[in-house]
């Protein structure tokens, strides 16, 4: 193998680049708060009413960012393979439940102020579809 063909590859655009800038993230915003801090800051012997506390104060901020950040790929996915693409496409389809996923979970927050399970099914079902949008090919590739 050349070293030229090792060194062919097209330049990343800036679409692109802010996709996958956004897509860490929020995906790694997500799973990090819900399956490393939150367990960890329990391992550590703090108080159970502090953890929900501060679970209650950074999982809004973390869903609010999430939904700021597909509404960003969103558009970079428009803008690279066209308003279409929003629902026929896996990844627009994906965008478009994490913002509905995120407006619903700040309704529900206000509505019902109890609900927390339905709360952290909102999360999981955000912090899944971005899973899951993490193992598509970026817009304008065909495949990883």
Excluded at 69 to 86: F, P, T
Excluded at 100 to 108: E, I, Q
């Amino acid at each position: 193998m050349s070293k030229s063909a090792i060194f062919k590859r097209p330049p990343l655009r800036a679409g692109a680049i802010s996709w996958q800038l956004a897509q860490t993230f929020w995906v790694g915003g997500l799973w990090l708060l819900h399956f490393v801090m939150l367990p960890a800051l329990e391992k550590l012997g703090l108080a159970p009413l502090l953890v929900e506390e501060i679970n209650g104060v950074l999982a809004p901020l973390l869903i609010g960012f999430a939904a700021f950040c597909a509404l960003l790929q969103g558009v970079v996915l428009v803008q690279g393979e066209g308003i279409a693409s929003l629902w026929r496409d896996m990844r627009g389809q994906l965008l478009v439940v994490v913002v509905l996923m995120a407006g619903v979970f700040f309704a529900v927050s206000h509505l019902l102020p109890g609900a927390e399970r339905w709360l952290l099914f909102n999360y999981l079902v955000v912090a899944l579809c971005g899973l899951v949008l993490v193992l598509q090919p970026l817009p304008g590739q065909r495949g990883r």
